[in-house]
């Protein structure tokens, strides 16, 4: 009783602390005030002032006359949440580049990683390495079937043992069970494209027993689209997983406007109650692998083992011809300038050049044909990766204005400087806000917003980020929507863009004044964690 009573007259006396304080402005860590918010639900624009302490959001509205430890004027400059980034192949880099400059820059503050099938495996292990290497903003993994399958079965184009296929579920058991957000495939790479859809299925439903998605990128992108859009969706249906279909595109130039279809598949199949939705890059190229130019068939087991079919003359043909099907395709539409080579390891003078311009340095006129035997010579015992010009506009902003797509970079944390990547690493978001946005109106600034922000964010259940709210976390940027610029420029893709004036994650500054802090407050996030 006595206890009760002191706790009582505790609360009471709290109670008069908190109405004599009252009167006098509370003190935050940081006030952001006289923005426009977009607060990432879609609704309008509002003029109004933020107030941050420690890592949450405490208040949203007119805060005219409280104070802070710091305070950012926010005039003139749209204030939203940071951005959430779901397809990313930050996995590969974020260790290296831990500022992840190229995001901060164009206002992401999450990463999903480990997608199109490859991530790490030991997620324990790899999640402690970047836990201990710090970074600037958030990251999320997937865990990738390529990786798993190439864990169990090596580069083998054939289908698993039972045994095999048990010892590829307890790895994405693992991996969910670690924190992933769910199992990304690349059906359309080695050695997932080995697989039939009933490896995938089983796969996907381990993911699902966690409450993880599906996200793919889809068996082919080119003249079977949508057969390879039927699958995901059979896989969602199946599986009973939400289903995320990376980097949605037309990229066949027999197919170009075909948007029309797919996107009616996906509104057909939500139609029906299943979850699916989509992202896709605010680009008419994409980038991956040149070898990609060869069948798969072609390089299944080791690099000896593909050697070995370029070296017998037989073999050599039929790649070749495969290949020449491949670039007067899907892959460059009879046209070698476009292909772009990004990297390029023994030959980083070839970054930059067309295949055109490689084929012609190799001493051969630029025919399809004589493209695929350089490819052939020059990829015999080297890697590359390289830029491939093959959507078109009308598709891409189609797609991008779908309901159900997320803006997302299909990038990762680049070496500034280094090759001559796809320019969406630094890109992508402020060329929304640019071209697309204030340039053409293909989409408003609040459509935008909801598609790098909430969209995104409630795709992988982030409870607490994605929208502006009070009791979110303050992960926000703040920046110029009547100035904010990509740099787009092919030949010179290490810029960054512009107009990017404020990035905080959990509340602090990564990005102040335009320029990048050092500060590196970004954590690991885990499913179904807050
Ligand atoms: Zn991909």
Redesign the pocket.
């Known amino acids: 009783m006595k206890k009760k009573l002191i706790g009582l007259l505790a609360a009471t006396g709290l109670q008069i602390l908190l109405t004599a304080c009252s009167t006098t402005p509370p003190v935050y860590d940081l006030l952001i005030v006289d923005g426009t918010i977009v607060d990432g639900s879609g609704a309008p624009a509002y003029a109004g002032d933020l107030a941050i302490v420690g890592d949450e959001i405490v208040k949203i509205g007119d805060l005219n006359g409280a104070t802070a430890i710091r305070v950012i004027d926010a005039s003139g400059l749209t204030v939203s949440p940071g951005f959430i980034d779901l397809h990313t192949h930050a996995d590969r880099n974020i260790i290296e580049n831990h500022g992840a400059e190229n995001y901060l820059h164009q206002g992401v503050t999450t990463l999903l990683a480990g997608?199109?099938g490859n991530s790490p495996v030991n997620l324990p292990g790899y999640i402690q390495t970047v836990e201990e290497t710090g970074i600037a903003l958030n990251l999320g993994l997937l865990i990738g079937h390529n990786s798993v399958r190439a864990e169990v079965m090596a580069n083998d184009n054939r289908l698993p043992t039972a045994l095999e296929q048990a010892q590829m579920e307890s790895l994405v058991e693992a991996a969910m069970k670690a924190g992933a957000f769910g199992l990304s495939t690349?059906l359309i790479y080695l050695p997932g494209t080995y697989s039939e859809t009933g490896e995938v299925i089983a796969l996907a439903k381990v993911a699902a027993a966690q409450g993880g998605i599906y996200a793919s990128?889809i068996r082919n992108e080119f003249e079977l689209l949508i057969e390879a859009i039927e699958e995901a969706i059979t896989i969602g249906r199946e599986a009973n997983i939400p289903v995320q279909i990376?980097?949605l595109k037309v990229a066949d130039n027999t197919m170009w406007g075909d948007s029309v279809i797919i996107l009616g598949m996906i509104e057909d199949a939500r139609a029906e109650g299943l979850d699916v939705t989509a992202d896709l890059y605010p680009y008419t190229a994409g980038s991956t692998g040149l070898a990609n130019v060869f069948p798969a068939w072609a390089r299944a087991g080791s690099q000896e083992d593909f050697q070995a079919r370029l070296d017998d003359p037989e073999t050599r043909a039929r790649i070749k011809a495969d290949t020449i099907r491949k670039l007067n395709g899907a892959r460059a539409a009879g046209d070698l300038s476009r292909i772009t080579i990004a990297s390029f390891d023994g030959h980083p003078e070839y970054s930059g050049m067309t295949m055109a311009e490689v084929t012609i340095i190799n001493g051969l006129a630029p025919s399809i044909e004589n493209g695929a035997e350089v490819a052939m010579d020059i990829l015999y015992d080297a890697k590359a990766s390289a830029i491939y010009h093959m959507m078109v506009e009308e598709d891409v902003k189609r797609i991008m204005q779908a309901p159900f797509t997320s803006i997302a970079s299909?990038g990762s944390a680049v070496t500034f400087g280094e090759d001559v990547p796809h320019i969406r690493n630094y890109g992508t978001y402020p060329r929304v806000l640019a071209k697309y946005v204030r340039e053409e109106g293909v989409l408003s600034l609040e459509q935008a917003i909801h598609k790098m922000t909430a969209l995104p964010a409630r795709r992988i259940k982030l409870g607490s980020r994605g929208t502006l709210a009070q009791g979110m976390v303050a992960d926000i940027s703040i920046f110029d929507h009547l100035t904010v610029t990509d740099r787009d420029d092919w030949s010179s893709p290490h810029q960054y863009p512009t107009g990017f004036e404020y990035v905080i994650v959990g509340g602090t500054p990564v990005i102040d004044n335009g320029v990048q802090t050092g500060a590196f407050p970004g954590k690991v996030l885990k499913r179904g964690l807050p």
């Open positions: 997608n199109c690349g990128h990376s980097h299909d």
